[in-house]
């Protein structure tokens, strides 16, 4: 890891000299900005090979920052830091180009997992869903009319069934808390929805057993991840 160089940018100076000294105690160089408003121009200047953004910054934010660094390189991985009641945050973030995104208060574990995790990503094009039709692994997925076919079969899914899908495509290979996934398709996270997730994540779980190199991935404490091959 020594030649991997990270862009951190977090004005709390406290929390930023912890994370920077354990990342360069693991072998990363790491570039630290604690204005907002000079990460860009650092981030021409040093190329790194990851950024670390702090959504809540002096002078300018995290997303401002991301959607500058988007014009400059489409393909550098770009974590979120945010604050526990930024769920809105972390939808704005993908759509700007995020590639994860860790709540604070997190542990340097975590932080070290998500890092290597998104130097190993390749650069996937656009993940949306265009004309509303997705190949997903050998499977056609056709969100309009919420239908998941094989070549030989279609698979009526219910709307929320179809849309948790969609959401998990257009996410693939990235780590999505659940409670986002609730309030994102339900609106909250009440226990009862958190179940009715659990039924849907299974169901789904059964539609994918045709191709094998799918799957969704319980990550313990977080949420999921969609592997698809």
């Known amino acids: ?57 002096p002078n300018k934010d995290g997303f401002t920052i991301a959607d500058e660094i988007r014009e400059l390189n489409e393909d550098v991985p770009i974590i979120f830091l945010t604050a526990k009641t930024q769920t809105e945050d972390v939808v704005k973030g993908f759509k700007l180009g995020g590639n994860d995104y860790i ?12 890092i290597q995790h998104a130097l190993r990503e390749k650069p996937a094009g656009d993940t949306k869903i265009s004309g509303g039709v997705a190949m997903i692994g050998k499977l056609q997925f056709f969100l309009n009319r919420q239908v998941l076919a094989n070549g030989k079969e ?38 009862f929805n958190s179940r009715n997730l659990d039924v849907y994540i299974t169901k789904l779980r059964s539609y994918l057993r045709e191709d094998p190199a799918l799957e969704i991935i319980t990550i313990k404490g977080i949420g999921y991840r969609f592997v698809t091959g």
Request: charged residues 35%; glycine residues 4%; neutral net charge.
């Open 103 to 114: 709540r604070k208060p997190f542990s340097m574990e975590e932080l070290i997992v998500r």
């Open 1 to 57: 890891m020594s030649n991997t160089k990270v862009l951190y940018v977090e004005d709390e100076q406290f929390l930023g000299k912890i994370v920077k000294e354990s990342l360069e105690s693991r072998g990363y160089q790491v570039v630290m900005e604690t204005d907002g408003g000079k990460a860009t121009a650092l981030f021409k200047k040093e190329k790194p090979d990851i950024c670390v953004l702090d959504v809540m910054l």
């Open 154 to 191: 279609e698979k009526k899914l219910s709307f929320r069934e179809s849309e948790l899908l969609k959401l998990l495509y257009e996410n693939r290979d990235k780590v999505i808390d659940r409670k986002d996934i609730l309030n994102l398709l339900w609106g909250n996270d009440s226990f």
